[in-house]
Each structure stands twice: as C-alpha cells, then as structure tokens.
C-alpha cells in the first residue's frame, strides 16, 4: 500500500544526477589512475589529478546527502541513497590513500601486475558509471544490472588473483633477497589496489540490494 501510495506522489530525481556526476568522477579516476601505474615523469600529474577529483567527489557526496535530508519523496529508500553514495565515494577515497602511499615513498615504478590492476580497476568503473543511470528505472533495466553486477564480482576474483600473484613476485624479488622496504611498499601498493577493487564490488553490491527491493 505504501509503495503504491509513493508511487502516485512527485519524485525528487536530483539524485541520479548526482549518481551519474559522482560515476563519472570514478571512472576519470581510475584512468589516472592507470596512467600513474605506467610511471614515469608523469606521476606526480596523475597523482595531482586523483586528489582534486577526490574533492569533487567529495562535495557531489555531501550534496546527496543534504538532498537526503531535504527531500519529502526520495526515489528510493533513503538508507539505500545514503549507502550507495558513501560506498562509491569509499572507491575514489581508496584511490587517494593508494596515492598518498605512492607520494611518501616516490615511487615512479610499477609492477606489470600492478598495472593489470589498473586495467580492471578502470573496467570497474566503467560498469558501475553504466550502471547508475539504469536505477532511474530499475524494472526495465534488470537484466543488465545483474549482468554488471555478476562482472564487477568476477573483476573482484581477478584482482584476488593478481594480488596474490603480485606478492609472491615482490617476494620472489625483493624479500627472499633481503631487500624488506621494497617488498613492504610494493605489498601495501598491491594491497590498497585490490580494496580499490573491492570498494567497487561494495557498490555493486549496494545496486544489486536496491534492485531487489524496488522490482
């Protein structure tokens, strides 16, 4: 009765341009991101780029959540608003902090399996920017959200696999070798880009209990 009763009132929609905004700032991040795995001279502009795009991400954030509390019809369970917000903004957090990690020990190099990392990482952002526009209407757009649901999970495993394999590498090169600080920063890189990744299985995971309770 209440969800017939909700359905019949206007809808505030300001939130799926904020969703749409905030998607969009992920994906621009996780491709600095993958430029600032190439190395080189030019990481310190990747790494610039991903703490401003942080900010932005950071005020489109803090507006969802203003409209939260300002809005009588929200066009879909508040809680869900706020959780699907904060679990993307957690993905672009997750990129800065691996940033401050690469600021503080210089690093201009990276790992072949660091920047597979990166790939997927951007092929994540992409399916959760493709994703956030078909919540406008949740019914019609099922399938597909599912779909991109099962990709991110299956992006998550890959990047399991590449962690693992990535520390076995350091090890085999740095540790086994006594050369501890290297296999300490590059154990830390490979473990911060696997919680990119799963900080965007977390937001798959919030479209998917959206999607349950709205069809």
């Known amino acids: 009765m209440l969800g017939w009763f909700r359905a019949l009132l206007p809808r505030e929609d300001k939130f799926f341009d904020l969703f749409e905004r905030h998607s969009r700032i992920l994906v621009a991040g996780a491709e600095a991101l993958q430029k600032l ?60 902090k691996l940033v401050k990690t690469v600021i503080l020990f210089e690093k201009t190099d990276f790992d072949p399996l660091m920047q597979e990392m990166g790939t997927i990482i951007v092929e994540a952002a992409k399916l959760t920017a493709e994703a956030v526009p078909l919540l406008d209407k949740v ?60 900080r965007f299985e977390d937001v798959a995971n919030e479209i998917s209990g959206i999607v349950i309770e709205n069809v």
């Open 139 to 198: 019914a019609a757009n099922l399938v597909r959200l599912g779909q991109i649901a099962e990709e991110i999970t299956r992006i998550e495993e890959r990047a399991d696999h590449l962690h693992d394999a990535g520390l076995k590498d350091l090890f085999k090169r740095h540790a086994a070798k006594g050369d501890a600080m290297a296999y300490i920063v590059g154990s830390e890189l490979y473990g911060q880009l696997e919680k990119v990744v799963d």
């Open 37 to 96: 795995l190439a190395g080189g001279e030019g990481v310190k502009r990747h790494c610039d780029e991903i703490v401003q795009l942080e900010d932005q991400a950071d005020a489109i954030t803090r507006d969802v959540l203003l409209a939260v509390r300002k809005s009588f019809i929200t066009p879909f369970d508040r809680g869900d608003i706020k959780d699907l917000i904060q679990s993307m903004d957690d993905a672009i957090d997750m990129m800065h």
